[in-house]
């Protein structure tokens, strides 16, 4: 690691921890201008592939299921750190269960899974466009199981 003071070489590690998922901080002094700074390290992966449903294979992209689930809870009572939190725990499933490529099935059912028990507005919002509802007979189907009955 060179120092980004003075160019040289040699440093040394003074404190490492996880900073995120996936990221380690390290704080390292150089050697020869006694200077500190901070480093982040992110561990390098191989690039990740969503196979779509018509068998198209596209890159991997977090921001887009940030997307989907911001837009399925506008204006609902989900917090951004709620949508975070929904967004890690899928994205660790992913890299858990699947090396090189994942079906896009795979990522839509688990969102659906999930913001079913955060929000059922929400998760009938994103089923809508997921599973591509044509009526309202579609609604009802996806709403049915989820209504109660007080006999």
Avoid: H, W
């Amino acid at each position: 690691m060179m120092c980004p003071f003075c160019r040289d070489g040699e440093t040394k590690v003074i404190d490492s921890r996880l900073s995120q998922p996936f990221s380690v901080r390290r704080r390292r002094e150089c050697l020869a201008c006694g200077k500190r700074y901070t480093t982040y390290e992110k561990i390098e992966e191989s690039p990740l592939k969503v196979i779509k449903k018509d068998g198209a294979r596209v890159p991997f992209d977090r921001m887009k299921m940030v997307t989907g689930i911001e837009t399925a809870c506008y204006k609902r009572p989900v917090s951004p750190d709620q949508i975070e939190s929904i967004v890690a725990q899928i994205e660790a499933e992913i890299y858990e269960n699947f090396d090189r490529e994942v079906p896009s099935r795979f990522i839509g059912e688990r969102v659906s899974t999930v913001l079913k028990d955060v929000d059922q507005v929400a998760f009938v919002r994103f089923a809508s466009v997921y599973r591509n509802f044509t009526d309202a007979n579609d609604f009802v189907t996806e709403i049915q199981p989820m209504l109660r009955t007080d006999d």
